[in-house]
């Protein structure tokens, strides 16, 4: 960096070092990067899914199987990105607001289902919850099964969401100035009030973020609820992973990636009308 005096006396401050030189080069890199692990995987999806005609394209995505599939992944995907939303603030705002013995373990559990084997938490979450299981067993005796049913997808979906919607919201609430609830206190607000109009407020934003990632990432999840929702097409436990799975175990190729397709349209989209929604809030918060 060097200082570049100029005619009215002010001083401009020109940056002439940067920490990886050339723009040309570095840009050169990401392209060829975003190619190989995103643009081409994507574009095969899309390649693959046109070997079938639009006729049996319509037809596989409207076979009753696979709508109650896509169905099921969605439904137990919102509803779980729904209360990771509620209790994924909670506990962003007790490892923000609190300190307390505990704490660093606590903030590092929140990370697990990140690097736990979504293979393992399936097994794990399947036979915990079972009729025969510590929690399952508990359950059944009030009438209430839980694995190999959308309760159980739900629970699974759950687990590996809440990171999501945590790390979303903890940088804020470090961020949030404290000032703005002094404000309100000292207008006459009560914690309701503050809470419900300043704080979440400036929340909704990353808590959309969360939401999106969480309920996207649920949608075509596969390790972690193959083995808890017991994939029977009779009482609509299959998740469109799992219908994907099959067709690649007949050596259908065309009708996964079709389906695959569908999935990845709709992940698309969400994560879209997230982004515009945050977008405008984030201007109407900044605005206000």
């Not at 994507?42 to 037809?59: E, G, N, R, W």
């Not at 510590?134 to 590996?160: C, D, E, N």
């Amino acid at each position: 960096m060097r200082s570049i005096a100029s005619r009215n006396g002010k001083i401009k401050v020109k940056r002439s070092d940067r920490v990886i030189p050339g723009f040309g080069l570095s840009l050169g890199i990401t392209i060829v990067m975003l190619s190989v692990l995103i643009l081409i995987p994507l574009a095969s999806v899309l390649l693959y899914s046109f070997q079938l005609s639009p006729d049996k394209f319509v037809t596989l995505i409207t076979n009753r199987a696979v709508l109650f599939a896509f169905g099921t992944s969605i439904s137990c995907a919102f509803i779980a990105a729904l209360i990771n939303c509620i209790f994924g603030t909670v506990l962003a705002w007790v490892l923000v607001r609190y300190d307390f013995p505990g704490k660093r373990i606590l903030d590092g559990v929140v990370e697990l289902p990140f690097c736990l084997p979504t293979a393992v938490a399936g097994i794990t979450l399947s036979k915990l919850y079972s009729d025969t299981g510590w929690m399952g067993r508990i359950f059944s005796r009030i009438g209430v099964k839980i694995s190999y049913t959308h309760i159980g997808l739900t629970i699974a979906l759950i687990f590996i969401g809440i990171p999501f919607v945590v790390r979303a919201i903890q940088p804020v609430l470090e961020n949030l100035d404290p000032q703005l609830e002094e404000a309100a206190y000292a207008l006459g607000a009560n914690p309701r009030i503050t809470f419900f109009k300043i704080i979440l407020s400036e929340l909704r934003p990353a808590l959309l973020t969360g939401f999106a990632l969480a309920f996207a990432r649920g949608i075509g999840e596969y390790g972690s609820v193959i083995y808890i929702s017991g994939n029977s097409a009779k009482d609509h436990t299959q998740v469109i992973s799992y219908v994907i799975m099959q067709k690649l175990n007949y050596m259908d190729y065309a009708s996964a990636t079709a389906i695959a397709l569908v999935l990845l349209i709709i992940s698309f989209s969400i994560l879209f009308l997230i982004n515009v929604i945050q977008i405008r809030q984030s201007k109407r918060t900044n605005y206000l």
